[in-house]
């Protein structure tokens, strides 16, 4: 009973802060990407980088930008990885293997965060800090300032411009991301979590026997990778590490961190359109995905249908005992509606029930709500197809803020959609196909293909929590799972510019009375059942074969 009351206050709690960051937190993120203002440390960098700030770019020039930046990303922390023995605070590791190192850059800069590898055992602390640490931040900021180009899409009127991708992530990086993850680590450290660049401290164990326990510059680590939905963890356990989450408090933190910018990012989107509701809308619907999926998978773990869990009375195997059940499941649920990725307990021993609830989660195009900028525009590529098939059924030109929605856009945000199940069906048919790849199951039957099925979702949805069970270290799961990410990330960020600059170009569209509305209730209903039953349609085999089998058994 007690875990049942913390819990619904957990959940409380955490609706009451985040209702009281929502606008001025948006409204602040809106200035940042609408002032004509730059300042002293911004226009130092732009010319080291030679950088126009006054140039506005095609989407074709902020795509490159973008790619470009992430490539060199790529380049830069494989090598970081490959010539770790060189490096200060190297702590004797070896250089990361190639496969692993190649795995890991992409992961780390497509904001997915996936890891195949004990961090504690194989990366110093310079490889931490100079080089995930950073891409933590950037690539969070990546996929903020493509969210914002869409915005600006259907902003502007009469023009192929955009913006400009320097500007955006520069801005984003020093006013946003920065400030907040600084303030954000010095209150971890304040919980618990530990800050320390030493590599370990050896204890004595109550037997006797000697012991060295790894320590990292975990705070840190612990605020961007919440704050900008990476995921990856310092130490192997992740967020169930008490160095990294040591009490309820610091998990509400992580927690509330997962969730703000995202969640504060509809709130922009209002404020830049110059309609508050469109904005609300859009956030009602992520909150309402994300309170159901707590709800059914609370239930599930309450009420396991195993021999074993029903004679402890819930599914209390793979849990933090600090955490208990609903902080589980709050964080589970968070960190896979977010492309969080990190974990507080074992997912893969979660029931049928709860863990088809966090595959489905990602498989929705993690919306609820989704990571930073990647929810936004996701959700708004739904909002358009809902809109779209509205159009169909009443035989007229769709119409979304002003813009109309014909082949071109239509197709821009097809291609966005389906991008990430096409990556999905393929990487985990592929790996139940091939009987070299069985032997890396930990499990066969309904639970091995689920362990299969959630390591492409996350791959593929930039999530990087792993289901558990499943060994990933062979290069066919390396590869295959680089490529997920990297097509899963930058397929989408191409089809949303597209999609941006064609709204961009169009006159203004005034609305009349076979118009739409899209900032109320019967919008919000739409695009919420648009976005299930995309999921729904695409998805409902593999979860049958796996989750729903499972939970039926």
């Given at each position: 009973?007690?875990?049942?009351?913390?819990?619904?206050?957990?959940?409380?709690?955490?609706?009451?802060?985040?209702?009281?960051?929502?606008?001025?937190?948006?409204?602040?993120?809106?200035?940042?990407?609408?002032?004509?203002?730059?300042?002293?440390v911004e226009l130092a960098l732009y010319r080291i980088l030679r950088v126009d700030p006054n140039a506005e770019q095609?989407?074709?020039?902020?795509?490159?930008?973008?790619?470009?930046?992430?490539?060199?990303?790529?380049?830069?922390?494989?090598?970081?990885?490959?010539?770790?023995?060189?490096?200060?605070?190297?702590?004797?590791?070896?250089?990361?293997?190639?496969?692993?190192?190649?795995?890991?850059?992409?992961?780390?800069?497509?904001?997915?965060?996936?890891?195949?590898?004990?961090?504690?055992?194989?990366?110093?602390?310079?490889?931490?800090?100079?080089?995930?640490?950073?891409?933590?931040?950037?690539?969070?900021?990546?996929?903020?300032?493509?969210?914002?180009?869409?915005?600006?899409?259907?902003?502007?009127?009469?023009?192929?411009?955009?913006?400009?991708?320097?500007?955006?992530?520069?801005?984003?990086?020093?006013?946003?991301?920065?400030?907040?993850?600084?303030?954000?680590?010095?209150?971890?450290?304040?919980?618990?979590?530990?800050?320390?660049?030493?590599?370990?401290?050896?204890?004595?164990?109550?037997?006797?026997?000697?012991?060295?326990?790894?320590?990292?510059?975990?705070?840190?680590?612990?605020?961007?990778?919440?704050?900008?939905?990476?995921?990856?963890?310092?130490?192997?356990?992740?967020?169930?590490?008490?160095?990294?989450?040591?009490?309820?408090?610091?998990?509400?933190?992580?927690?509330?961190?997962?969730?703000?910018?995202?969640?504060?990012?509809?709130?922009?989107?209002?404020?830049?359109?110059?309609?508050?509701?469109?904005?609300?809308?859009?956030?009602?619907?992520?909150?309402?995905?994300?309170?159901?999926?707590?709800?059914?998978?609370?239930?599930?773990?309450?009420?396991?249908?195993?021999?074993?869990?029903?004679?402890?009375?819930?599914?209390?195997?793979?849990?933090?005992?600090?955490?208990?059940?609903?902080?589980?499941?709050?964080?589970?649920?968070?960190?896979?509606?977010?492309?969080?990725?990190?974990?507080?307990?074992?997912?893969?021993?979660?029931?049928?029930?709860?863990?088809?609830?966090?595959?489905?989660?990602?498989?929705?195009?993690?919306?609820?709500?989704?990571?930073?900028?990647?929810?936004?525009?996701?959700?708004?590529?739904?909002?358009?197809?809902?809109?779209?098939?509205?159009?169909?059924?009443?035989?007229?030109?769709?119409?979304?803020?002003?813009?109309?929605?014909?082949?071109?856009?239509?197709?821009?945000?097809?291609?966005?959609?389906?991008?990430?199940?096409?990556?999905?069906?393929?990487?985990?048919?592929?790996?139940?196909?091939?009987?070299?790849?069985?032997?890396?199951?930990?499990?066969?039957?309904?639970?091995?293909?689920?362990e299969v099925l959630y390591a492409y979702a996350s791959a593929s949805n930039n999530n990087g929590s792993a289901f558990?069970?499943?060994?990933?270290?062979?290069?066919?799961?390396?590869?295959?799972?680089?490529?997920?990410?990297?097509?899963?990330?930058?397929?989408?960020?191409?089809?949303?510019?597209?999609?941006?600059?064609?709204?961009?170009?169009?006159?203004?569209?005034?609305?009349?009375?076979?118009?739409l509305p899209t900032d109320g209730t019967l919008f919000a209903v739409m695009v919420g059942g648009t976005l299930i039953?995309?999921?729904?349609?695409?998805?409902?085999?593999?979860?049958?074969?796996?989750?729903?089998?499972?939970?039926?058994?």
């Amino acid at each position: 009973m007690s875990d049942t009351l913390a819990g619904i206050l957990t959940v409380v709690a955490l609706l009451v802060v985040l209702a009281i960051v929502y606008k001025p937190l948006g409204d602040y993120m809106a200035r940042i990407f609408t002032s004509d203002k730059h300042s002293g440390v911004e226009l130092a960098l732009y010319r080291i980088l030679r950088v126009d700030p006054n140039a506005e770019q095609r989407w074709s020039t902020y795509a490159a930008g973008g790619l470009g930046f992430s490539f060199v990303g790529v380049i830069l922390l494989y090598l970081l990885q490959r010539l770790q023995t060189f490096l200060p605070m190297a702590f004797g590791h070896d250089p990361v293997p190639a496969a692993v190192a190649f795995n890991t850059a992409i992961s780390f800069v497509t904001n997915t965060n996936w890891q195949s590898y004990v961090p504690e055992t194989t990366l110093g602390n310079t490889v931490q800090m100079a080089g995930l640490t950073v891409q933590n931040v950037v690539s969070a900021a990546v996929g903020i300032v493509v969210a914002i180009a869409l915005i600006r899409g259907f902003v502007r009127y009469n023009t192929d411009r955009l913006g400009n991708f320097w500007v955006d992530l520069t801005r984003c990086v020093i006013r946003l991301m920065l400030p907040i993850s600084f303030v954000f680590a010095i209150i971890l450290i304040a919980t618990g979590v530990v800050m320390s660049f030493k590599s370990g401290v050896d204890v004595t164990a109550v037997d006797g026997t000697q012991h060295t326990l790894a320590l990292a510059p975990a705070a840190s680590q612990e605020s961007i990778k919440e704050l900008g939905t990476n995921g990856g963890g310092i130490f192997n356990a992740n967020s169930a590490h008490p160095f990294e989450n040591p009490n309820g408090l610091s998990n509400f933190v992580e927690i509330f961190l997962e969730l703000v910018i995202p969640v504060a990012l509809t709130r922009t989107f209002g404020t830049m359109v110059r309609n508050t509701r469109q904005g609300t809308v859009l956030v009602a619907v992520m909150g309402a995905v994300w309170l159901v999926f707590i709800a059914l998978a609370w239930a599930s773990e309450a009420h396991p249908n195993g021999p074993a869990a029903q004679a402890a009375g819930a599914a209390l195997e793979g849990k933090e005992v600090r955490f208990g059940i609903p902080s589980s499941i709050i964080f589970g649920i968070s960190t896979t509606g977010t492309s969080t990725g990190a974990v507080n307990s074992w997912h893969d021993s979660f029931t049928g029930g709860a863990g088809g609830l966090t595959i489905l989660n990602m498989l929705l195009g993690e919306v609820a709500p989704g990571g930073t900028g990647t929810g936004l525009y996701s959700i708004l590529i739904i909002a358009i197809i809902a809109v779209f098939l509205a159009g169909l059924m009443v035989g007229r030109t769709p119409e979304y803020l002003g813009k109309k929605i014909g082949r071109v856009q239509v197709t821009a945000a097809s291609i966005s959609l389906l991008t990430m199940p096409a990556l999905v069906l393929i990487g985990a048919g592929l790996a139940i196909a091939l009987p070299s790849t069985l032997g890396a199951l930990g499990n066969d039957g309904a639970h091995g293909f689920s362990e299969v099925l959630y390591a492409y979702a996350s791959a593929s949805n930039n999530n990087g929590s792993a289901f558990g069970g499943l060994t990933v270290t062979s290069d066919f799961f390396q590869v295959t799972l680089g490529l997920a990410m990297l097509f899963g990330r930058f397929v989408p960020i191409l089809a949303v510019l597209v999609l941006a600059s064609s709204l961009a170009k169009q006159k203004r569209v005034e609305a009349g009375t076979g118009t739409l509305p899209t900032d109320g209730t019967l919008f919000a209903v739409m695009v919420g059942g648009t976005l299930i039953l995309v999921a729904a349609l695409t998805f409902f085999p593999a979860l049958a074969l796996g989750p729903i089998a499972e939970a039926l058994s």
